[in-house]
């Protein structure tokens, strides 16, 4: 069975400060893994997402995510942290057969301090 | 297109009522499900289609049925309300097989409390 570990339910960075926010993954298949955002009362948005070609994936407003499946690991980055970024931020997996589910980690809420 | 709409956006129910929420996407996606969102919980899954005609539970289905007769519609129905069903509830869908690579796409939400 997938599953997904993010750690840290809580991250906060100073504005300008670099943004990490850790997402491990358990699948026997190779995966397909995301990083959705949610910002206040609104609905999921992707910010990338990692398919099995490059394993640096570049998405929105600057973010950037590795996949090390050595690790299990696809870890969500971003160099320089802007206000507009604190938001609830979710790593999820599925596989590629037709029954894949999309299965998330429990989120991880993003402050940005000034 | 719409996407995916989920109506509505909000409701309360009184315990032991019961309700449908509403889901409908334009995409020709086979795959449907239904998500809730509860804090430090993340989103977990209720159940989920494949195709018309074929639907599975997911994490947390207690309480709840679906049922899949056309592509476009995947309606969600409480059958009796209860204080744990308040919650946010997000409809999604996506291609199947290794075309889910272009992802997800998710409905705006249903706030739904019950008291």
């Known amino acids: ?114 | 297109n719409a996407g995916v709409t989920q109506t509505p956006k909000f409701q309360v129910l009184k315990t032991g009522q019961s309700m449908t929420l509403q889901c409908a996407q334009d995409m020709n996606h086979e795959y449907m499900s239904w998500y809730r969102q509860d804090p430090g919980m993340g989103l977990r899954l209720i159940h989920y289609s494949v195709g018309a005609g074929i639907t599975d539970q997911g994490e947390v289905p207690n309480g709840y049925n679906v049922s899949r007769s056309t592509t476009e519609d995947f309606p969600l129905r409480l059958l009796s309300a209860a204080p744990s069903q308040t919650s946010v509830y997000f409809c999604a869908s996506s291609y199947s097989g290794v075309s889910r690579r272009n992802g997800y796409t998710f409905g705006s939400g249903t706030r739904l409390t019950v008291v």
């Open chain 1, 1 to 114: 069975a997938q599953s997904v570990t993010q750690l840290g339910s809580h991250v906060s960075v100073s504005e300008g400060a670099l943004v990490l926010l850790r997402c491990n993954y358990s699948s026997s298949v190779p995966p397909y893994l995301f990083w959705y955002v949610q910002y206040p009362n609104q609905g999921l948005q992707l910010l990338l997402k990692y398919t099995s070609a490059a394993t640096l994936v570049k998405g929105i407003n600057g973010f950037e995510a590795e996949f090390k499946k050595s690790e299990t690991s696809f870890h969500l980055t971003k160099p320089s942290a802007h206000m507009s970024d604190a938001a609830e931020y979710f790593c999820a997996v599925s596989d590629h057969s037709n029954t894949g589910k999309l299965i998330f980690g429990q989120g991880t809420t993003l402050q940005v301090k000034p």
